[in-house]
């Protein structure tokens, strides 16, 4: 499973590179590979002052050794070793009417000193993160959502969206961090889902991506924006900043297992303002998207 799931994540990120390339018309990806000291490595493919895309990253890696002690007591388990391997990207545009966008598709593995395997399981998902909000865009993104859940079980979308509200909330804010999409873990094979399964439905919703993003920032990708509206954007970056420092579990994993920080950090976006006691202008179009960052809705 972990050959072939990889195998689908490096043709995820070929796929998801070459059309957003496209879709910028200027910037290109720069490709890093790399090396992990305690093994494994990874492909980091970063995008950067494009026409479109300020900054983004589609990284893939597998990663394999023991588990560190303080990572033994997360997962409440002893000396084993693991395998780990995903893709991961945050996608964060130019002009504040296209939102940022952030998605992972993980897979992972555990095993005694033997080498036999004593857990496994799949994780990820995909969310939006707007600053100015378009409603039908939501839907959009959500319809997609829904669309690839619906397919293997529809249960899993209500279910999935909502793990998803409750993840991305920035509890420091009583805000959360988008408008959601899925989010998913510790998916194991089941009498209901075979790991099987598991991998048709997370690689359905990794081929989702592009349909449920991309149409978005074609439409928002030439309107007209203001300085205050750059402003604006930098202050909910700011936010993003705040979340994935404080209370990620992906950066927490990367960093607690010697991940490459240049990868791990990459999700960061470029420019971002911390201003004090800010609150939008009453009535506003900023002020509506806080209204519903505060109480998150159904899309579908």
Sequence with gaps: MKNKFYKYLQELQNNITSKL??????????EDIWERKQGGGGKTRIIENG???EKGGVNISSVYGSLSSEMQRYFKVGDVDFFACGLSLVIHPKNPMVPTVHANYRYFEMYDKTGKIIDQWFGGG???TPYYLFEEDAKHFHQLCKKAC???NSTFYPKFKKQCDDYFWNSHREEARGIGGLFFDYCKPSEEMSLENWYHFVTEVGNS????YTPIVEKRKKLD????????QEIRCGRYAEFNLLLDKGTLFGLKTNGRIESILMSLPPHVQWIYDY???KN???????KVLAHPKDWV
Excluded: M
């Design 284 to 290: 506003s179009k900023e002020e509506s998207l806080l």
């Design 279 to 281: 609150y939008p202008v």
């Design 150 to 152: 619906d397919k293997h």
């Design 209 to 212: 991506f592009l349909k449920a």
């Design 225 to 232: 924006y203001s300085q205050a509206n750059r402003t604006w």
């Design 126 to 128: 995909q969310d939006l």
């Design 51 to 53: 026409a479109v895309f």
């Design 21 to 30: 390339e496209e879709i910028d018309g200027v910037a290109k990806f720069r």
